[in-house]
């Protein structure tokens, strides 16, 4: 692994305002003393590996990535163990992952060292930041924003032959206010976010981009959320604006769409998938049609629904509002819903054996 280069940040928050940010962090408002960067030319490959103070990024108003959003993302958290140590979860999928989105968006590939070495050495410089949870139900821990962009100063239509890579830090709670409580979805109907042979597999703004018209919508009808659909029949479930898709039928079976080009491969919906025989829940990956959700609901055979990904964990979906239909999974969290979250957060926090191999220590 390349070592990294620590320039430490000799303005970094006091104390008390570092403590005040754990104690009441929200999500994604405030950020670390230090950001990791490398840069990458054709010539050079990938170099500069460095820890340095958290700033503006200075780019030429040319650069690529502001007029043909060639840009990827990731997300994951660190967690801070009874002990002190602080760990990570299964990063070596989100290294994976940010190839496959780096491939489909000409970007450079990173090697798995090098995305595993930027979270740990900007942890370890940043270590002070990692809350402890004060309870089990207590869902603290520090956020991790890889990012890629093209930063050539190049206007003509093809991929950039320079990149610059980061990672940066936010000490984070609950991604929904109010704790662990189902939430409304709203069904978009004529607003997709992703189609086949498009990006919709793949981390990157454009996807979430696509969304936000949809969330908005959402929001003035009174929901947290949107759930989308398949853009060619406009049949089939997929998922939410920056979550994967769960229900749980009442012969213990969980269902969840199928992947493709325009779905998510989620760590943690493939974490839950692993576990979920563990609970007493065999796997179903396939298409889901609307109408089977509304058929079956009705029917008593879908039981619970919810959605999972890294920033919210799982969340338990209470209703699904269209304009002509709702379907009603009442104001409780369902009873397998819960097990799984209480299961998966059990290891990440380290208050249960990882027999799985799934955590990565930073600090």
Request: glycine share 8%; net charge negative; aromatic share 8%.
């Amino acid at each position: 692994m390349t070592e990294f280069q620590l320039l430490k940040n000799m303005q970094p928050a006091p104390d008390a305002v570092r403590e005040a940010i754990k104690e009441k962090p929200g999500f994604g408002v405030h950020f670390t003393d230090h950001l990791s960067h490398i840069r990458y030319t054709r010539e050079q490959g990938w170099h500069a590996h460095t820890v340095k103070p958290y700033g503006p990024i200075v780019l030429d108003p040319a650069a690529s990535v502001f007029h043909y959003a060639q840009e990827i993302f990731e997300g994951l958290k660190a967690y801070r163990h009874a002990d002190g140590s602080v760990w990570t979860f299964r990063p070596q999928l989100n290294a994976a992952r940010l190839n496959r989105s780096a491939e489909r968006l000409a970007l450079p590939q990173l090697t798995e060292a090098d995305f595993l070495g930027s979270l740990s050495t900007l942890v370890s410089a940043d270590a002070a930041w990692v809350a402890a949870p004060q309870h089990d139900l207590d869902e603290v821990s520090l956020y991790l924003r890889p990012f890629m962009i093209a930063s050539e100063k190049f206007l003509g239509v093809r991929s950039s032959h320079e990149a610059d890579y980061y990672v940066i830090a936010s000490p984070a709670g609950p991604y929904f206010a109010g704790g662990v409580k189902p939430v409304s979805i709203w069904l978009s109907r004529d607003l997709k976010r992703a189609s086949a042979g498009g990006t919709g597999f793949a981390k990157c703004g454009g996807n979430y981009a696509a969304s936000l018209a949809a969330g908005d919508e959402a929001t003035a009808n009174g929901c947290q959320q949107v759930l989308f659909t398949d853009a060619a029949e406009g049949r089939y479930v997929e998922e939410l604006g920056g979550m994967n898709l769960m229900l749980v039928t009442s012969d213990d079976k969980l269902l969840t769409p199928e992947l493709g080009d325009s779905i998510l491969d989620g760590v943690t919906r493939r974490s839950v998938l692993e576990l979920a025989p563990q609970l007493g829940l065999s796997v179903e990956e396939r298409k889901i049609e609307l109408a089977e959700w509304c058929e079956r609901h009705a029917a008593g055979e879908i039981v619970e629904a919810f959605a999972c990904g890294t920033a919210a964990v799982i969340t338990p979906i209470g209703k699904l509002v269209a304009d002509d239909f709702t379907i009603d999974h009442g104001e409780e969290p369902g009873e397998k819903t819960m097990a799984l979250r209480k299961t998966l957060l059990d290891i990440q926090y380290g208050r249960t054996e990882d027999t799985n191999g799934w955590l990565y220590r930073l600090a």
